[in-house]
């Protein structure tokens, strides 16, 4: 019986999570007495005492494991990989893995997250202001999608023919390119390996974790429109 707690929110940070766990569970590890809770950003439950205790960076996803409180969703996914074993984050293959998630922590999730506040959520923001940095981070967002469109050219994952904790954590920002307006259009590799990691069950079960019935892929207009809303008060704190 694990003594784990997720406190999360259906963001892409709080998918890398969700999926870990799932793909944990494919793997064999049932993480039986999980407990999931699901922090409403928009009524501000991550500034609250107990939150900001657990997490000063007040954001989720957050991990409770025991008197262990551990933030930052690549570290929990991190975290998750080293306390249950399995070929996601293989002893022999971590400094081929590892490097791969610190790209996606220090890169990819700053500039695809800029990127789609800029796009859906800045919308008080004078057309003339935005310019730049939508310019800026699309640019970056883009050239990030042209190393890992590359190499997804050569193998089937980030790192090799398996799926690793790599393409767990990159996985979530890249699958919003539409609703980020990051262009993949002409990125088939990219394309092909989101069809491919989306067909998994526990990709699957990992999306479906706070969203809402029928909502995994494509979002309803009242659902955008409530993601469009909390998104511009985060984007003022
Ligand atoms: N670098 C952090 C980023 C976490 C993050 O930005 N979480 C967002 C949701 S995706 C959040 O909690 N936002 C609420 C806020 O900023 O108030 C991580 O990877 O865990």
Not at 60 to 82: F, K, R
Not at 131 to 160: M, S, T, V
Not at 199 to 223: H, N
Request: aromatic share 10%; glycine share 6%.
């Amino acid at each position: 019986m694990s003594d784990l707690q997720l406190w999360t929110a259906a963001t892409p940070n709080g998918w890398k999570v969700s999926i870990m766990i799932e793909e944990l569970r494919e793997a064999g590890h049932t993480l039986e007495g999980l407990q999931v809770r699901a922090i409403d950003l928009m009524a501000g439950e991550q500034f609250e005492d107990e939150f900001s205790q657990r997490n000063p960076n007040q954001k989720i996803p957050l991990l409770i494991d025991g008197e262990l409180n551990i933030m930052e969703s690549c570290a929990i996914v991190q975290y998750l990989a080293e306390k249950y074993p399995s070929e996601l984050l293989p002893e022999q293959d971590k400094w081929q893995i590892l490097p791969w998630v610190y790209w996606q922590a220090a890169n990819v999730g700053p500039a695809f997250g800029n990127k789609l506040s800029y796009t859906r959520y800045m919308n008080d923001v004078p057309e003339e202001q935005k310019a730049h940095p939508l310019a800026r981070f699309n640019k970056e967002a883009q050239r990030l999608a042209g190393i890992l469109e590359q190499r997804l050219g050569e193998q089937d994952f980030i790192c090799g023919k398996h799926l690793s904790i790599a393409d767990i954590v990159v996985y979530p920002w890249v699958r919003g390119w539409k609703w980020s307006k990051v262009d993949m259009s002409d990125r088939p590799n990219i394309l092909a390996w989101l069809k491919r990691l989306r067909a998994r069950p526990a990709f699957e079960r990992g999306l479906a974790y706070g969203a809402p019935e029928g909502e995994v892929d494509q979002w309803s207009e009242e659902t955008k429109a409530r993601y469009a809303k909390a998104g511009n008060r985060i984007s003022k704190t």
